[in-house]
């Protein structure tokens, strides 16, 4: 019997007052596994993450840890599950060096100073663990490449030893060269046994990394692909829409041309 899925919702809706942004969304995540979230703009994909971890509880449905219901109310609770979410623009601060940015908000105290040198050890280990290009420490994050920068976000993520990443467009403002490097690190953390949920509008990235597509439309699923054996064109048309099941026009308003 195969073990249950790290996460996975069942049904799960969320309104914003009279408009309802996502119905009924099922999704599964597993431990290992990098699941592409897609859609084009308004599908619901950055409510979901909201969702999930916590920023934008979920109204209705039901949300599995390991087999068993959970509630997430809060990010908090994400964090308390083991789920960490890295956003687009990052949240860094540029003016803080490497380190600074790693321990924001948590920082390691020794006889109520901070412990500076335990600090930077845990962020060069950490680092050493996520790619062989390492930024200098006590560099200003704004000094380092937009790669390095994104490096230095998922590093912030892993600090609490999540084994469930959301990562929302990584390679959004990269170069080819940065962008190989993160979808290398993403690799290294599938490799490593996390579950990532991936966003992206890349479908090169995403046949070249995820193992599966999630894709939502208006809100709702509109597809379940495998991507190794799917096709880009049978994935972009479930994007856009061209899969949906639309009523034929009666025949009298069919163009006779």
Known sequence: ??????????????RYGAVEVLTDIDLEIRAGQVVALLGDNG??????????????????G???????????????????????????????CGNLDVVGNLFLGREIRR???????????????????????????????????????????????????????????????????QSTEVLDLVDELRDRGMGVLLISHNMGDVKALADRAVVLRLGRNN???DVNTASQEQIISSITGATENTPRRPAHQEATW
């Open 1 to 14: 019997m195969s073990s249950p899925p790290l996460l996975a919702l069942r049904g799960v809706s969320k």
């Open 43 to 60: 599908a619901g994909k950055s409510t979901l993450v909201k969702v999930i971890s916590g920023v934008s509880p979920a109204d209705r």
């Open 62 to 92: 039901v949300i599995e840890w390991e087999g068993r219901a959970v509630q997430i109310r809060r990010p908090a609770d994400a964090r308390e599950l083991g789920i960490a979410t890295v956003y687009q623009d990052l949240a860094l």
């Open 111 to 177: 006889y109520g100073f901070l412990d500076e040198m335990e600090m930077e050890r845990r962020t060069l280990q950490l680092l050493e663990r996520l790619t062989r290009g390492l930024p200098d420490l006590r560099a200003p994050v704004v000094s380092l490449s937009s790669g390095q920068r994104q490096t230095v976000a998922i590093a912030r993520s892993l600090l609490g030893d999540p084994r469930l990443i959301l990562l929302d467009e990584p390679t959004a403002s990269l170069g080819f060269q």
């Open 223 to 225: 597809g379940f692909f």
